[in-house]
């Protein structure tokens, strides 16, 4: 489940490498997209995501989170569900996880809970630091991966990284994971990386299109770091929602 209150700040995009990843690694792997803003997670077609609208009367309706946990609740053993989460319906989800107990439910039921957050550098960086540090104290009974992102710029703050600041500080120790994203050339990387996006491609699928070669070199290389990354997170496990 990928949960950050900071929009733009690239969760969607987790939300897809969490699925590619998990098909590379051959899982059962279903995804459903709950922003009721932007469905970006929806727009890769080779995804199959499924879209489940929240809102009511331009409200955010939180007894629709109820069929999520429906969902969630009926996979079979050692599938896998990415959750990708606008922004807009941050305090509504992270709200009723907490009224509900919703958490606890799925883990009572087998399932392994492990929501992802993203940390950003420039502007956002402290909004992100914060949504992190709430997800940290209120959903002490998950497991937690953070994924920094550097794409707008260096994650650091009066010459402290990330690994310096408070919350790693406070709940670094709980973190199951902290995913350090690739930082590379804007000029080259950065522009395919771009426009592969834009494509709502797979990696896959654009690795094997008709795109320049070195292009497809480039975004091939990006792909196997970001897979290697993923690998030593040790995200694999189990029945995870």
């Known amino acids: 489940m990928v949960l950050q209150g900071k929009g733009g700040v690239g969760k969607s995009y987790i939300a897809s490498l969490l699925v590619q990843y998990l098909k590379l690694k051959e899982c059962e792997v279903s995804a459903i997209d709950t922003d009721p803003v932007n469905n970006t997670l929806a727009g890769y077609k080779e995804f ?16 629709m989170f109820d069929s999520l946990m429906e969902t969630a609740l009926v996979l079979p053993e050692d599938a896998h569900l990415v959750i990708d989460n606008g922004a807009s319906s941050f305090i509504p989800l992270c709200s009723y996880l907490l009224e509900n107990e919703a958490i606890n439910l799925l883990q009572a039921e ?12 420039g502007q956002g960086i402290m909004d992100t630091v914060n949504g992190l540090a709430a997800l ?4 002490p009974e998950a497991h937690l991966a953070v994924w920094l992102n ?21 709940y670094g120790n709980s973190f199951h994971s902290v995913i350090e994203l690739p930082h590379r050339n804007t000029a080259t990387f950065g522009k395919d990386l771009s426009d592969h996006l834009a494509r709502r491609l797979s990696f896959d699928a654009a690795i094997h299109s008709s795109q320049p070669i070195m292009v497809r070199r480039r975004l091939s290389k990006y ?5 290697a990354i993923m690998d030593r997170a040790n995200l694999l496990l189990g029945r995870a929602a």
């Open 48 to 63: 199959d995501v499924s879209v489940l609208s929240i809102l009511r009367e331009n409200n955010v309706d939180p007894r």
């Open 110 to 121: 087998g399932h392994t809970v492990v929501l992802h957050s993203v940390v950003t550098g």
């Open 136 to 139: 940290a104290k209120y959903f």
């Open 150 to 170: 550097p794409k707008d710029g260096e994650i650091a703050l009066d010459g402290l990284t990330f690994y310096d600041f408070k919350v790693f500080k406070e």
């Open 223 to 227: 792909w196997d770091d970001v897979v």
